[in-house]
């Protein structure tokens, strides 16, 4: 049997369908309650797809809730912690002084700091990127641009703020497109008829200029009582978002229903394209319904997907092109092997080190992940929450 984080027991096992087939996928073992046993001091894992060996090294330790990762073109690695902070590992060491502090972040339930995006021409323009939520009338998210200076961030300037957001369902990843367009994805702020509504910012996936400006050709501009920022609707909580590599297609991961708004699980992975709509609430889980999209994989019970990336690099070479996501209830990463739309298989790569947020290739074409076991949630480590990375063994 399995537990979820509330101590309920779940069958040994994961339903995930995908637009083509179903299959079933066996889970690790999680006792609630107890550390989890990975220490990152280079313990050995291996694929059983793949049968690609490598070994866990802990990068940093000592975290609290480190939400987003990047590298800055000079090799240094940049993160979020949810309290405000934004730190710097610099030549493998973590920088005692935050990069910048947020003052105005509201770090209650799931929301705070989030993500981190550099801009596209990062290395010449040094511009910053950052989403957090803030206080006032009621929580909401806002997504602000800075430009590092040698003094610090600089040239503070409002991307977009208004978003609807609550002590959970906040959304709020940030990523660059191909296009060079900024997207953002928003959670449904616990008001689940938002997502339907295209006056409101909320459950959306949103696409603007790099400086914030809506772009032309967005597919709801000019339309009455319609958000002009609006790409896709339907959305209960994205946390995860990236383009496959050779097609361009948007992949996102998404969080089901928690019981009070709908039978639990149901959490997604979907395929995101111009002006869809994507369900919720009015379908979810594997439901289907004329002029609503399901989901690509759908799993219940729910695995919590927080992050999304493909692995683009050649250290890993039978990672290539595959869909990587860590899961905080499922304490797992998943991997999922795809051709274009078709899921061809997927497997648990990770299982012992807690509840997993980001998961983020290196400029070494390592994989790294971050740990979310200090956001009331889990149960830490002395060392918890921490960034680690797999390193293959040749």
Known sequence: MRYGKSGKMFPSFMNITTNAFSLWMVTITIACGHPPVGTGAGETETSRQSHTTFRIEKVVGGLQVPWSIVWAPDGRMIFTERVGRVRVVENGNLRSQPLFVVSDVEPTGESGLMSVALHPQFATNHLVYLSYAYGGDGIRVRVVRYREAAEGFVDRKVIIEDIP?????????LRFGPDGKLYIT?????????????DSLAGKTLRLNDDGTVPADNPFVGQAKTR???WSYGHRNSQGMDW??????MFQTEHGPSGFDGPGG????????????YGWPLIHHNETRAGLESPLLEYTPACAPASGMFYRGSQFSAFKGNFFFGCLRGESVIRAVLDGRKVLSQERLITQYGRIRDVAEGPDGL???STSNRDGRGKPTD???????LVPVK
């Open 228 to 230: 002009p920022e609006i």
């Open 244 to 249: 496959q590599p050779g097609t361009a297609l």
């Open 165 to 173: 957001a609550a002590q959970f369902h906040a959304g709020c990843r």
């Open 266 to 277: 149901g959490d997604e992975v979907n395929i995101v394209e111009r002006a869809k709509n």
């Open 367 to 369: 994989l790294y992940f």
């Open 383 to 389: 060392d918890d929450d921490r960034i680690l990375r």
């Open 186 to 198: 928003t959670g449904d702020a616990t008001r689940r008829e938002l997502a339907q509504q295209m």
